[in-house]
């Protein structure tokens, strides 16, 4: 009898697996376009008459964007990112290579019309670079250094 029973316990543990459903593991849906989130700051400010809270005033500003683009970027897409961070740029040189991006570009933003000069490097899912700026002023020029750097975010 024990052993009936002990046959039967055994028949049902085997039936009970056996009919039991299977996991799988669910693929992660991935987007094609990615949220790419930009962070800078302003490094270093001069020029003939600033004065330390002029300079100071401007080294807190921000710069940020944020762009949705493709997850594989193209060097259209790179350039509309780095431009949208300084304002409505012009590109009068954009190059870019396996991992570095050097470009030359007049931007018309918040703080008035820039020349600038940014130099970069990226990566598959980030990007960072050095601007450096000139603002016409009627003082003499200001000179702007800023740094900034993206990565992706999400989805979009």
């Known amino acids: 009898m024990k052993r009936l029973l002990a046959g039967v316990c055994i028949a049902w543990v085997a039936t009970s697996a056996m009919a039991a459903p299977k996991t799988t593991a669910m693929k992660a849906t991935t987007s094609t376009n990615a949220l790419w989130v930009t962070t800078g700051s302003i490094v270093s400010v001069s020029g003939a008459g600033l004065t330390a809270e002029q300079i100071e005033t401007i080294k807190q500003q921000k710069l940020s964007n944020t762009t949705c683009m493709a997850r594989s970027p193209k060097p259209a897409d790179i350039q509309t990112a780095i431009g949208n961070t300084f304002g409505s740029c012009t590109f009068s040189k954009f190059g870019l290579a396996k991992t570095t991006i050097r470009a030359t ?3 018309n933003g918040t703080y008035g019309p820039m020349d600038a000069d940014f130099v970069g490097s990226r990566g598959m899912m980030s ?16 000179y702007v250094k800023s740094v900034i750097s993206g990565k992706i975010s999400g989805n979009c």
């Open 105 to 107: 570009m007049k931007c």
């Open 127 to 142: 990007y960072s670079g050095t601007n450096n700026a000139v603002f016409p002023n009627t003082g003499g020029n200001v």
